[in-house]
């Protein structure tokens, strides 16, 4: 495998999971003492703890078992996942803002500029996802920028999947 494909495996697959299986803990209400919003009044009530801490968490584990079994040689790939995890979720949270700024109400889509905000709501982890794994010196920017490209196209693809399993209400 190119160097450049264990760098997608590394980043995407474990977050695909990560992320699947996140839906999946919500739409079961597993961890329920976490469900409770960060912050109501900044981010709305979808942004919760539980996923700052189901995400990073079990990102982690992923990425240090896809590392081992396919033998990528990543080091501190526990933290290396749990960063990208976190990552993944910091970077919904300026999106969520926005949005409750103009009015627009959690699980809401937008009615003005809709399009551009599905774009957003789909770029917005992939964007950082990839500029912390680009910051963290995992690969080249020309990479990351491809990267980038390939992980937004992929949560797009992914997020019609999740709502057509209704594990997801909107795209």
């Given amino acids: 495998m190119s160097s450049f494909l264990q760098h997608i495996a590394i980043m995407l697959i474990p977050l695909i999971v990560s992320n699947i299986l996140h839906m999946i803990i919500i739409k079961k209400d597993v961890f329920s003492g976490l469900r409770r ?7 709305g009530t979808n942004k919760t703890w539980r996923g700052f801490v189901v995400v990073p968490f079990v990102n982690a584990f992923f990425v240090y078992w896809l590392n081992l079994l396919a033998d990528f040689q990543v080091s501190n790939a526990l933290i290396l996942g749990f960063t990208l995890g976190f990552a993944y979720m910091l970077f919904e949270l300026p999106n969520s803002f926005l949005k409750r700024r103009l009015g627009i109400e959690s699980g809401q889509q937008a009615t003005k ?3 551009l ?3 957003i709501d789909k770029m917005d982890s992939a964007f950082g996802v990839t500029l912390v794994y680009f910051l ?3 690969i080249s920017l020309p990479h990351a920028l491809l990267l980038f ?3 937004s196209s992929t949560h797009i693809i992914i997020s019609q999947l ?8 909107s795209f």
């Fill in 37 to 43: 919003p960060i912050s109501t009044t900044l981010f």
């Fill in 149 to 151: 490209g390939i992980s």
């Fill in 162 to 169: 999740l709502v057509h399993l209704h594990l997801k209400k």
């Fill in 136 to 138: 963290l010196g995992c």
């Fill in 113 to 115: 500029h809709r399009l």
């Fill in 117 to 119: 905000f599905m774009l």
